[in-house]
């Protein structure tokens, strides 16, 4: 049975531990898709870390933009993170909100539409105040846009706040 779970909250509030410990709590084998791109080697090292912290148990695949090229009918698996998600595709198609929000919702809408368990992880971006830097300001709105759709789409959405998990959205089965 599909299913989407949406954790989301701010910088450092535990969103991507509280996804692991889930994931784990439903499978002895999940999947960790990492969508960051590599863009110095301070940022390559804290990849290999949280690599090495998750353990032999996970398989872990990266993927850029189109995660949709990935079979994982039957498993259950992190998506960490959606904000790296967005700006590869709103830098791909020059800060264009529009053309990166309809890129994002179909690969979503492709991705999703397989039977799996899918914890995505995002930041609330918008919640720190308004930037004066217009792309700033931009890239916030796709991030808040795109977090509503997988929102409305998702069966659960848990707020994390300083790591305490808080649900605002839950579909019984």
Request: contains cysteine; hydrophobic residues 40%.
């Amino acid at each position: 049975m599909k299913r989407v779970i949406l954790i989301t909250g701010g910088s450092r509030s535990g969103k991507s531990s509280y996804a692991e410990q889930l994931a784990l709590s439903l499978s002895d084998a999940p999947v960790y898709l990492a969508t960051a791109r590599i863009w110095d080697e301070e940022f390559r090292e804290r990849v290999r870390r949280h690599q090495e912290r998750r353990g032999p148990q996970w398989t872990n695949l990266e993927e850029e933009k189109y995660l949709s090229r990935h079979d994982l009918a039957g498993r259950v698996v992190v998506i960490d993170c959606m904000t790296l998600w967005a700006t590869n595709f709103f830098f791909d198609l020059d800060s264009d909100v529009d053309a990166a929000l309809a890129a994002l919702k179909a690969e979503f809408d492709r991705f999703t539409n397989q039977d799996a368990t899918f914890l995505f992880v995002t930041n609330e971006i918008g919640m720190g105040g308004v930037s004066d830097n217009a792309v700033q300001r931009h890239f916030t709105d796709l991030q808040g846009w795109m977090n509503q759709y997988v929102a409305s789409h998702a069966d659960e959405v848990i707020l994390m706040v300083s790591g305490i998990p808080v649900k605002i959205k839950e579909t019984v089965f």
